[in-house]
């Protein structure tokens, strides 16, 4: 499953960049997690993921939270999800991804353990050679506090991690401030793609309810709505 025809690719590279200033979305595509392990081995695998509770608050009797999601400040100044480069050849997505998660954000693997299951979608940037595996895990609210919690204690905090963040899911009645305000700061890699991704295919909010959203954010950053 993939969003790309309702996201902001391609031609929000006029004005923004995708991570860094040689990225483009044009370069990131999504494969198969499969076609990834077969076809391109040789390239540098990285794997993330989304850590989420779904949460029934009202904000201000106002804006419905709808979820909790963990996002981070990397330390290069963009927002991405926790994870990093698999030591190539001698661990697999998952292994590499549960030692990243212990480092950046403190996560507790024999409480919290991702496995394959939590797969949500891979892409691939042939100009860096490089596959981007993500995931996505729900917790109890409960659960997501612990983990937001321990986060300060972890090996890598003030270091490759500089805070953790939520993601706003509401929008405020100027139709800008919130969800669509947040899509429009500087993402790592294919991370604002990913984050819409999980979103859909957890049901945190429906399709309408996201291309609602994502047009706010296009009319907002001076692109067509689609």
């Not at 305000?181 to 945190?204: D, P």
């Amino acid at each position: 499953m993939s969003l790309t025809a309702q996201l902001p690719t391609g031609e929000i590279v006029d004005l923004w960049s995708y991570g860094t200033p040689n990225d483009a979305s044009a370069d990131i595509r999504e494969v198969t997690f499969e076609k990834a392990q077969q076809d391109l081995r040789h390239y540098m695998h990285a794997a993330h993921a989304m850590i989420y509770a779904r949460d029934d608050t009202v904000l201000w009797d106002k804006y419905n939270v709808t979820a909790n999601i963990l996002m981070q400040m990397r330390f290069d100044g963009n927002l991405g999800f926790a994870g990093g480069l698999l030591d190539h050849g001698s661990e697999s997505a998952v292994e590499g991804l549960n030692r990243e998660l212990e480092e950046e954000i403190n996560l507790d693997l024999k409480k919290y353990p991702l496995s394959q299951e939590d797969h949500i979608c891979t892409h691939v940037n042939d100009k860096k050679k490089l596959v981007m595996h993500f995931y996505a895990k729900e917790m109890k609210k409960t659960e997501f506090l612990e983990i937001e919690r321990n986060a300060l204690g972890a090996k890598e905090w003030g270091v490759e991690s500089l805070g953790i963040i939520r993601v706003p899911l509401y929008m405020v009645e100027d139709k800008t401030r919130g969800f669509p305000l947040f899509l429009a700061n500087q993402f790592a890699g294919s991370a604002r793609e990913q984050l819409l991704i999980a979103i859909c295919k957890r049901k945190i909010l429906t399709k309408e309810q996201l291309n609602y959203f994502i047009d706010c954010y296009r009319k907002h950053v001076g692109l067509n709505s689609t």
